[in-house]
């Protein structure tokens, strides 16, 4: 069957557990975008605005961080969330907060980095306008903000797309458990080691299409601005 | 120090790191003058004065405000404001703009309104309020910031070639403002232009500057015209 | 796009995001999640879906399965991150409970490995006399030969034919995959190849194929599944009620009963004990 119709079929078939993990994935997006919003645009203010040493140095380790392999970040968390790690009476593996730490990890450098450099690209005439103009510490942070809002909400959805798309986190902290911590990915992954490669690339085209949503809603955000 | 200057600058001495930017030993602005920075394109006039506004630091060397370390000094920051020769529009509208500076001083709401809308008057911006800032013309622009200075009510006033880049109508109207805040008095003005009529009509003096250095200062051909004992200096 | 069209989209990205928030089942027990640590042969063919319901829907637990390799799904049970572990590796899960990783073992349910290879049997082990002569034949041809390489209960039961054999497989003949039971038999059936198979995941994946059953019915290829909780003494945080009831369950009449009456394609997959 064409996977184009496959998918179409899908989303049309009113398949509870096709929504249920759809709805998953964007859950658990949601929640790691959201946690890596308040340290993602400190740290990226922090490079951004102060001056200290080994500063560039920072900004290179986090601009590479973003290359991260998933696998990687679901290893280390692993063994810090494993029963016979650190963490391990949290009891977060194979659960959503073990895939949202993860994927919080994976969205932090990216928030960082495009918050770093969105703010980089700042005018330098905007800070000595502000300071001139009388603004204070806070008042010049709060203006920093307003005035770079699309480029943040840009690294935000940068951010959500990424983790949308990925699967080695959701894979090996979330164990792809039905009905609990399957994922779009982690079903395409499945079905595709279960030889249903029509059901996993029309979940694949589904997926595209979300995330082609949300890359349409980054590039309105930057056109915006530009 | 003459007892009437209100910024004065000693052995001053800025550098991008070994280029030397700019060196004046002695300058003082006296309060309530309008000088003028005459000089060709990086003759150093615009790192005067933003070093005046306290926007960048100098290498060495002192300027003072009101006998103060001009460095940090809270008073020099209330009362003084600098106007960029391009201007940067803030993110929002006109009115956010020229309101910025007002809501920063926690000024009342009501009096934000209606000093913003009178200086929005005062240039000609009075149907701009609304306006996306980043969307207006050059001219528009130079005034939008004009007006963001002035609503301020600054007695000390820096202005990098306020009419640069402006349309004919846009420049007079910033010419006529600025000559009638000079004529009202009571306000110090450091302004620097390529419009060398509209410098000398302007300015009670003017300093001339190449290179980085400041070669004299001239009494200009101002209104009121300066009295005996601001005649031209010239450092040693 | 505008400006409200912008926050708009985010609104409502927010929204879908949040309204996929919602849906907790409710439970009965205290401790009502039991994760279950298992291999893909039984996940993936299909049998935990039909029968863990059954289970929930009588105790009220929540079954998270988590589909491994019998290696892996041991490892998770010994760091206390799998409450259950259903595998089969007989000897390895008599290992894991000798070391004090796992109490409680019992045997569930069996089923039996199958050789899979091309139609044409270019190694000629339809004729063999035991899967240890099947073994022989395919490294004496040189066949390609897909190796699981993950260390899942059927790659162990594959090195157990070889050692029996007398043969260190490898050379370019031997590919090892390290790929879960359905992707090594999709490879052998592209390479072709011959693979070591469970008959569970064969039902399930065999309509993709072109390979067919080339040996069986050896008792050496016999394939036994049994369950062990994980030891409470060593991981207190376990939810060992949970395992308990599992274990009970899926091991009294009625359990064995639902396993018996599992088919796919109108085959039963696996058999219980008399």
């Known amino acids: 069957m064409n996977p184009f119709l496959g998918a179409l079929e899908l989303i049309l078939s009113g398949d509870r557990e096709i929504f249920l993990i759809a709805g998953t994935t964007l859950r658990f997006s949601f929640w790691s975008t959201a946690f890596s919003t308040l340290p993602g645009l400190a740290l990226g203010i922090l490079l951004a605005n102060h001056r200290f040493p080994g500063r560039r140095a920072a900004a290179a380790v986090v601009s590479s961080l973003t290359a991260l392999p998933t696998v990687v970040i679901g290893l280390a968390v692993y063994s810090l969330i494993s029963r016979s790690g650190p963490l391990g009476r949290l009891g977060w593996l194979f659960a959503p907060p073990g895939v949202v730490l993860g994927q919080t990890l994976l969205a932090l450098p990216i928030v960082v980095s495009l918050v770093y450099t969105g703010l980089s690209k700042l005018d330098a005439r905007f800070t000595e306008t502000l300071v001139t103009l009388g603004a204070g510490r806070l008042r010049r942070l709060a203006s920093t903000l307003f005035e770079a809002k699309y480029v943040l909400a840009s690294a ?10 990925e699967v080695g986190v959701s894979m090996m902290l979330g164990g792809n458990i039905r009905w609990y911590t399957r994922t779009m990915t982690t079903t395409i992954a499945l079905d595709t080691s279960k030889g249903e490669f029509e059901r996993a690339l029309s979940l694949g085209i589904l997926l595209l299409t979300i995330s082609l949503a949300i890359n349409a809603l980054v590039h309105a955000a930057v056109k915006h601005e530009e | 120090m003459r007892s009437d200057a209100i ?24 309060a309530g003058e309008t000088l003028a920075l005459v000089g060709p394109n990086g003759s150093g006039k615009t790192t005067l004065l933003k070093l ?26 209330a009362r003084s404001v600098y106007v960029h020769q391009s201007p ?6 006109v009115y956010r703009n020229v309101a910025y500076g007002l809501r920063v001083r926690r000024v009342p709401e009501p009096e934000i309104r209606r000093r913003t809308e009178g200086a929005l008057e005062l240039l000609g911006l009075s149907g701009f309020a609304r306006r996306d800032a980043k969307r207006l013309s050059g001219g528009e622009t130079q005034r939008v910031a004009l007006a963001r200075a002035l609503v301020l009510e600054p007695e000390v006033l820096f202005l990098d070639e306020p009419t640069a880049q402006t349309d004919r109508a846009s420049g007079d109207r910033i010419r ?3 000559a009638d805040i000079a004529a009202r008095g009571g306000t110090t003005i450091v302004f620097s232009s390529h419009d060398g009529a509209f410098a000398e009509a302007l300015a009670d ?32 | 796009m ?29 401790n009502p999640r039991i994760k279950l640590a298992t291999t893909t042969s039984t996940e993936n063919s299909g049998l935990l879906g039909y029968l863990l319901p059954l289970f929930e829907a009588k105790t009220g637990y929540k079954v998270d399965v988590v589909a491994v390799g019998t290696g892996a799904a041991l490892k998770l049970g010994e760091n206390g991150d799998a409450d259950v572990v259903l595998v089969h590796a007989r000897a390895q899960e008599d290992a894991f409970v000798a070391a004090g990783h796992g109490v409680d073992r019992r045997d569930v349910m069996y089923n039996d490995f199958i050789i899979l290879g091309p139609a044409s049997d270019p190694a000629g082990i339809g004729a063999a006399k035991s899967a240890v002569d099947a073994f022989t034949r395919i490294a004496g041809a040189g066949a390609t030969f897909v190796s699981r390489g993950d260390k899942s209960g059927t790659h162990v039961k594959e090195l157990d034919i070889w050692k029996a054999a007398g043969i260190s497989p ?25 693979t070591l198979a469970d008959r569970g995941t064969w039902l399930a994946v065999k309509d993709k194929t072109t390979l067919k059953i080339c040996f069986e019915g050896d008792k050496g290829l016999f394939n036994p599944y049994g369950i062990i909780a994980v030891n409470p003494a060593k991981w207190p945080a376990a939810n060992t009620e949970g395992a308990k009831a599992l274990i009970e369950w899926i091991t009294s009449k009625e359990g064995l009963k639902a396993i018996e009456s599992f088919k796919l394609n109108g085959e039963q997959l696996f058999f219980t004990y008399k």
């Not at chain 3, 879960?180 to 059936?189: N, P, Y």
Request: aromatic share 8%; hydrophobic share 45%; proline share 7%.
């Open chain 1, 156 to 165: 935000l959805l940068n951010a959500f797309g990424r983790v949308t798309g």
């Open chain 2, 7 to 30: 910024l004065s600058i000693r052995n001053l001495l800025f550098s991008y790191g070994t280029r030397e930017v700019l060196s004046i030993p002695e300058l003082d602005v006296r």
């Open chain 2, 52 to 77: 005046l506004n306290d926007l960048i630091r100098p290498s060495s060397g002192s300027i003072r405000f009101e006998g103060r370390p001009a460095a940090g000094d809270p008073g020099l920051r």
């Open chain 2, 88 to 93: 940067f529009p803030l993110a929002g509208t």
């Open chain 2, 176 to 178: 006529t403002v600025l």
């Open chain 2, 205 to 236: 003096r003017a300093a001339f500057l190449e290179e980085g250095r400041l070669l004299r200062i001239e009494a200009g051909r101002a209104r009121r015209p300066a009295p005996k004992s601001h005649a031209p200096e010239f450092p040693a």
């Open chain 3, 2 to 30: 505008n400006r409200k069209a912008l926050v708009l989209a985010l609104a409502a990205l927010c929204a879908a995001s949040a309204f996929a928030m919602g849906g907790k089942e409710a439970a009965a027990p205290a």
């Open chain 3, 170 to 194: 490898a050379g370019a003949w031997y590919k090892e995959a390290g790929q879960g039971m359905e992707q090594v038999i999709l490879m052998a059936d592209g390479m072709p190849g011959y």
